[in-house]
């Protein structure tokens, strides 16, 4: 299996893709991971329903019907690091071709994106930038499989 971290618009500040690239190459010594950035929709005077819609519409054209879709989203389930490690290690066992999270863009997701997704999960009860959430996202997935080895970096 195939993890693909998803995200609307591209990181606008160089902190965070450098954290981004450190959790990367950390992760990728136990799963294959790759980002894909879908572009964000460019009109400023456009509702925040006709935005979702588009972003939609170009995560949509993406996905393949065999993709486990999870979305990153404020009323989704929450979990401990040791709960998402439990959660990680069934869907790696289930073995989808692709696993993928989506991170949205600032408006969130459209009805047609809720509908395809299989799951939604939240980070945290508080409220993060899009941006942001890649690299807590991409920290958390690592943690995730050092407990599943029960390697020594998360401290119970």
Request: hydrophobic share 40%; aromatic share 10%.
């Given at each position: ?131 942001m959430v890649r690299l ?21």
């Amino acid at each position: 299996m195939k993890i693909e971290l998803w995200a609307i618009g591209k990181t606008s500040e160089r902190y965070l893709d450098e954290g981004m690239a450190i959790f990367e190459k950390r992760l990728k010594n136990y799963v294959p991971v790759q980002w894909q950035i879908i572009p964000d929709v460019k009109v400023k005077t456009a509702e925040a329903r006709v935005i979702k819609k588009e972003e939609g519409e170009k995560v949509l054209a993406k996905l393949q019907s065999d993709d486990y879709l999870v979305l990153l989203d404020e009323n989704g389930k929450e979990f401990t690091s040791v709960e998402l490690a439990h959660w990680m290690e069934k869907r790696l066992n289930q073995s989808p071709r692709r696993l993928i999270f989506l991170i949205g863009g600032a408006f969130g997701f459209s009805d047609a994106v809720y509908e395809r997704a299989q799951e939604k999960i939240s980070l945290s009860r508080l409220t993060f930038s899009h941006q942001m959430v890649r690299l807590f996202l991409m920290e958390q997935l690592y943690r995730a499989m050092t407990i599943l080895r029960n390697e020594p970096y998360h401290n119970p």
